[in-house]
């Protein structure tokens, strides 16, 4: 955590285990049980994303481990699962899914339920937002709408009202997703970076393999800035994570916000 203008910025990465980071970010021969040691010790990245809880529940013997493997100080945001998202009728089990956090509850700092293109706005599907938030109330909540249509004044009135955080996501200007929409919501404001990749064309032609450049850099900071007059807590999750690109950026950002703190 880094404390800029009096508020809390939390800044990471999307998942930390990728082959593709041994060379750019992990030492070569880097065991997967020593990365999150070398991300939040060696490298002092203090926030991650726990992503891999989108394909599977957590169990309180992997949140242990992650515990145990990592710094004290690292904090965590909390991808929900891919059924949630798909099914509403699910959901009733989310107090297992909590259960298997529980070894590093403490350090968990938000949850985040990132929707996809085909999730437009519609009655059934606030209704089915509104569920999850009543579900993981415990805790910061957000969701990534990745359908631009979302992003009219009624639905996003609809949202505030719910108390719902909107995550603001910078996509590829050529995507056709969700428009760069900075603003905090319930005190706390969630950006998560994918880069503007020329191959990312569409919602069906994802592409993550993007370097920030410090003049984009320096404009999240300006956007993230600007929230923290607002915010008690700007989280801010690197996602480009192709070729180590993610912890590359996440690492400059930190410099340079701790550069502007010592100015």
Same mark, same amino acid.
């Given at each position: 955590m880094i404390?800029?203008?009096? =508020?809390?910025?939390?800044?990471? =990465?999307?998942?930390?285990?990728?082959?593709?980071w041994t060379g750019p970010?992990?030492?070569?021969?880097?065991?997967?049980?020593?990365?999150?040691?070398?991300?939040?010790?060696?490298?002092? %990245?203090?926030?991650?994303?726990?992503?891999?809880?989108?394909?599977?529940?957590?169990t309180e013997e992997i949140t242990? #481990?992650?515990?145990? #493997? +990592?710094?004290?100080d690292l904090m965590f945001s909390v991808r929900l699962p891919k059924r949630f998202l798909k099914n509403p009728s699910s959901i009733f089990d989310a107090s297992r899914f909590k259960n298997g956090?529980?070894?590093?509850?403490?350090? /968990?700092? @938000?949850?985040?339920?990132?929707?996809?293109?085909?999730?437009?706005?519609?009655?059934?599907? %606030?209704?089915?937002?509104?569920?999850?938030?009543?579900?993981? &109330?415990?805790?910061?909540?957000?969701v990534e709408l990745a359908n631009r249509g979302w992003y009219k004044e009624k639905y996003i009135e609809e949202l505030k009202k719910l108390g719902? !955080?909107? /995550?603001?996501?910078?996509?590829?200007?050529?995507? !056709?997703?969700?428009?760069?929409?900075?603003?905090?919501?319930?005190r706390n404001a969630y950006f998560r970076l994918y880069g503007n990749s020329p191959k990312w064309t569409s919602h069906e032609t994802r592409n993550l393999e993007y370097d920030y450049t410090e003049r984009e850099l320096?404009?999240?900071?300006?956007? @993230? &800035? @600007?929230? +923290?007059?607002? +915010?008690? #807590? /700007?989280?801010?999750?690197?996602? #480009?994570? @192709?070729?180590g690109y993610a912890p590359k950026n996440a690492m400059e950002l930190s410099k340079m916000l701790r550069d502007k703190n010592c100015e």
């Open positions: 404390l800029f203008d009096n =508020t809390p910025f939390h800044i990471g =990465t999307a998942g930390y285990k990728f082959d593709d970010f992990y030492p070569k021969f880097t065991r997967n049980e020593e990365m999150l040691g070398h991300y939040s010790k060696e490298k002092g %990245l203090k926030f991650l994303e726990l992503t891999f809880t989108f394909y599977a529940d957590p242990t #481990n992650i515990a145990e #493997n +990592s710094a004290d956090l529980d070894p590093i509850y403490q350090r /968990v700092k @938000a949850y985040f339920a990132d929707f996809f293109f085909g999730f437009t706005p519609s009655r059934a599907n %606030l209704d089915h937002i509104a569920a999850l938030r009543d579900r993981f &109330s415990d805790k910061p909540f957000f719902v !955080g909107i /995550v603001v996501c910078d996509y590829p200007q050529g995507s !056709g997703l969700a428009p760069y929409f900075v603003q905090a919501f319930e320096k404009r999240i900071i300006k956007d @993230a &800035s @600007a929230m +923290s007059a607002i +915010s008690d #807590n /700007v989280f801010i999750s690197f996602c #480009n994570s @192709a070729q």
